[in-house]
């Protein structure tokens, strides 16, 4: 049998060999044909051209041996459309990139339009706000507060309050620092000038990146199953995850995994179906905690993952239902040889293990800027080693803020989404004052530190909470770097220790012990007194920290000197903080070592007891107050 790539030169070669026939019968015959005979005959030659050619194509884009014809047709032809379609979207986008003001404003009045009879608009005044000058002078910047009654009332089936169409989704928001949001999204808005369409789009930008235009290797989106549910209303409700489920048939996993909602089940198959196939050309994570636990999945579970691999079985020990388990048992097959091949490269340990395993894996997509660079690059330092990552898209359940910079090679860097909502800017010093600096987009200026925000399907002059900082602009567009969530900060006095600088301070760290930081996160001593005996007299920082495993399993064991470290960095970098520290207000932070799996176990707390927080969207919380949790990392202590 051959393989699925050799088939395809085989009949790219009959292709061209028919077409061949047919241009020299066509040209010795040409006297005697008709022109109906010489109209089909061309047909035919076109054809079985662009059959040679497609063909051809494929064959040269070496597909996986674990292509079947269909995965491979579809692969390729859905990479082929998005290719051409983010083309043209690509370049509307420039076109439209040198007048910021005029793409900003086209955007603007089609919500500001389409929202001017709703019980918001009217509360708002749009039908008086005819251009962006209005919109700027008048509108208040809103938190959720002011937009909740109106959603909340959308949510118990009232029409007409924040859209005029009929909701289809109502995405929650992952509230692992404090309650749900809700976010109402109806269809008119998703496909309308086909906005929402177009950022799908700017997506497939990363594809370029993980080289999956010019390869047909295969794509494995790693991704636990969400749950959604219903309003009383009859509305489909979840986490924004929910509404994007796309999972064509050429990904690695069969879909029936993506049904899978529990961690370790899913992670196990995603692993699974992963080894069976040594022909991986991109790895989807979404977030370097994803990939972390990927990993570590691998590193702990590989023996029975090789026993199943070598059967073609499934882990009786594996919680699944039992509908799904039948599903997939039909996918399974022994494979002994690829056993043997795993087991051989596992011997030899963890370093580099995703390109050893996988030596044709060109990309790593997920988020790895601001405050989740500690965990990638831990990552980096590891399992992932050489893996270039790539970072697709800065998004939230409000919408899709910016898009992979292509040009960019260290994959910080976003370009905002201005085709499709408007942005406007707080200083990021000005994001606690009662009523804070609103700057437009025409003047943010390279360097600052800004807090979004935003004008999109589902929200209006909304402070998003993101903050981003400014690197340079493409044509009028600026570009930037995501930072951290705002109302992430540490304060014992007036210090107010944002996420961006803490994490700063931590990497700088990290660096000089050379640890790998797998998860952290920190507190006030108020907090921490609250489940254990204070740790010295006065007022301090408790830094929680999770570092990864040496090749033998073996937990690495930070001494007293590197703990100082993070200290001692935090002192040299941060001013105020200094201050308070050299006259002694605030005490030396204290940091505390925690067993590999603490913060999982801090994970599966939080999500189990907020059942509208999906695991997919969870972000481990960089300041931890509640007592219950901290009591969860506590416990696991590395004495
Ligand atoms: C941008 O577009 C607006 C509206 O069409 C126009 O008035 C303005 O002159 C344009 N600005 C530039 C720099 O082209
Ligand atoms: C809307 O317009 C009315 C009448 O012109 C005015 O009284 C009201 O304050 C305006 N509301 C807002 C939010 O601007
Ligand atoms: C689904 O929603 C109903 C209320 O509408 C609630 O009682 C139920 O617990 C929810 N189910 C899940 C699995 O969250
Ligand atoms: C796999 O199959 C072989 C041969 O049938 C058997 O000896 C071995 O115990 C099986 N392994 C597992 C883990 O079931
Ligand atoms: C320490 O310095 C800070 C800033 O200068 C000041 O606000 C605080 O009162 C000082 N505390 C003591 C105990 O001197």
């Given at each position: 049998m051959l393989f699925t790539g050799t088939q395809f030169l085989v009949i790219s070669q009959v292709f061209t060999a028919a077409t061949l026939y047919q241009v020299i019968n066509f040209y010795q015959n040409w006297k005697d044909t008709s022109a109906w005979q010489a109209a089909f005959r061309g047909l035919v030659v076109f054809l079985t051209g662009a059959g040679g050619l497609v063909t051809y194509d494929i064959y040269r884009k070496r597909?996986?041996?674990?292509?079947t014809w269909r995965t491979v047709l579809l692969q390729y032809t859905l990479t082929q459309i998005f290719r051409v379609f983010g083309y043209f979207s690509l370049r509307n986008f420039e076109t439209a990139s040198k007048n910021i003001s005029k793409m900003q404003e086209d955007v603007l009045m089609f919500y500001i339009r389409t929202l001017e009879n709703t019980e918001f608009g009217k509360k708002h005044n749009y039908s008086q706000m005819r251009t962006r000058e209005d919109f700027l002078k008048l509108h208040p910047v809103l938190s959720y507060a002011d937009l909740k009654p109106y959603i909340d009332k959308t949510v118990a089936?009232?029409?007409?309050?924040?859209?005029p169409f009929d909701p289809f989704y109502i995405a929650f928001t992952s509230?692992?620092?404090?309650k749900n949001k809700a976010f109402v999204y109806t269809k008119e808005m998703f496909a309308k000038p086909s906005k929402m369409f177009k950022a799908l789009l700017f997506m497939t930008l990363s594809f370029k990146r993980a080289g999956l235009w010019d390869g047909l290797k295969r794509y494995h989106l790693v991704r636990i199953g969400v749950k959604t549910n219903f309003t009383d209303s009859g509305i489909i409700t979840g986490p924004i995850a929910g509404m994007y489920e796309f999972f064509p048939g050429y990904l690695v996993s069969p879909r029936v995994v993506y049904d899978v909602a529990t961690e370790n089940e899913a992670h196990y198959l995603h692993v699974l179906f992963a080894l069976k196939d040594p022909e991986i050309g991109a790895f989807d994570f979404s977030f370097p905690s994803v990939a972390t636990r990927f990993c570590q999945t691998l590193e702990h579970q590989w023996p029975q993952l090789c026993d199943d691999i070598e059967n073609g079985t499934l882990n009786t020990d594996l919680d699944i239902p039992e509908d799904i388990r039948e599903k997939l048992q039909t996918d399974m097959r022994a494979d002994p040889q690829r056993a043997v091949e795993v087991r051989q490269i596992i011997r030899r340990g963890f370093d580099g293990i995703v390109r050893r395993l996988w030596p044709e894996c060109n990309a790593a997509l997920m988020l790895s800027s601001g405050s989740l660079l500690p965990e990638a690059e831990g990552l980096k330092k590891h399992?992932?080693?050489?893996v270039p990552f790539c970072n697709p898209v800065h998004a939230a359940t409000e919408g899709f803020f910016g898009f992979c910079d292509p040009g960019d090679n260290s994959q910080t860097r976003f370009i905002m989404t201005t085709s499709i909502n408007h942005f406007d800017f707080i200083p990021v010093e000005e994001t606690d004052k009662p009523s804070p600096r609103v700057v437009p987009i025409e003047e943010v200026q390279i360097g600052q530190c800004y807090e979004l925000v935003i004008t999109t399907a589902v929200a209006?002059?909304?402070?998003?909470?993101d903050v981003v900082k400014i690197v340079d602009f493409h044509n009028q567009v600026p570009v930037y770097e995501f930072q951290y969530r705002l109302g992430q900060m540490l304060n014992l006095y007036w210090e107010k220790m944002t996420e961006g600088a803490f994490v700063h301070a931590l990497r700088g760290a990290a660096k000089r012990i050379d640890v790998d930081i797998v998860e952290y996160t920190a507190t006030e001593n108020v907090n921490f007194e609250a489940i254990a005996d204070a740790l010295q007299k006065g007022r301090h920082y408790v830094l929680f920290m999770e570092l990864s495993e040496k090749a033998n399993k073996e937990q690495v064991r930070m001494t007293s000197q590197q703990k100082q470290m993070f200290e001692d960095v935090l002192y040299q970098e941060h001013e105020v903080y200094r201050m308070l520290r050299d006259n002694g207000s605030i005490l030396p932070m204290k940091v505390i070592q925690v067993k590999t799996g603490a913060f999982n176990a801090l994970k599966d707390a939080i999500v189990e007891s907020n059942p509208r927080t999906s695991r997919l969207q969870y972000k481990t919380p960089r300041v931890l107050r509640a007592p219950d949790r901290l009591r969860i990392l506590w416990d696991s202590r590395l004495s």
């Open positions: 597909p996986a041996k674990s292509h089936g009232e029409k007409n309050q924040i859209t509230g692992t620092t404090g399992y992932l080693k050489d209006v002059r909304y402070r998003q909470g």
